[in-house]
């Protein structure tokens, strides 16, 4: 295949198109539970084994105390803490742009979990939205087979300015 470089497709704003592709290996190492947990319907983070704070991602070892930390499975339910939404993202990303992440917050966690929000217009998020997590049906083994929807199926807009 020919390499090709970025076209410029317009510049006010500044618009390009560029070719994004790679392959490659990756061990998940002391992450695979997390991985593999998402293939089963589960969220699990981390608890440290001596003070007792529990991570929404996956750590070997306690960023508070330096104990090492055990799986902890977290709900399925939180609610938005903040979020963006984004207009250009990676290649996963591409047929979803513009796509909204979100920061959740879980009971019993003192962390946020980063995820993407579907089923909701970007205009009808709002802090504090219950939210619940969605698995791939088919899993990749990738973060992006969770994801969360509204809790709500029809949570209310926010106020006119």
Known sequence: MAEKGTVVLGVDPLVIQDHYEIDYRHSYAEDSPFFVGLSKGKLLGSRCTKCGYVYATP???????????????LPLRGSIHTFT???YGGEAFLKETPFTLILVEFDGANTLFLSRLKGIKPEAVRIGLPVAARFAKMPSFKVTDVWFEPADPHPPLPPAP
Do not use: V, Y
């Open 59 to 73: 750590r070997s070892h306690c960023m508070e105390c330096g104990a090492p930390t055990a799986w902890h499975e």
């Open 85 to 87: 939404t984004c207009h």
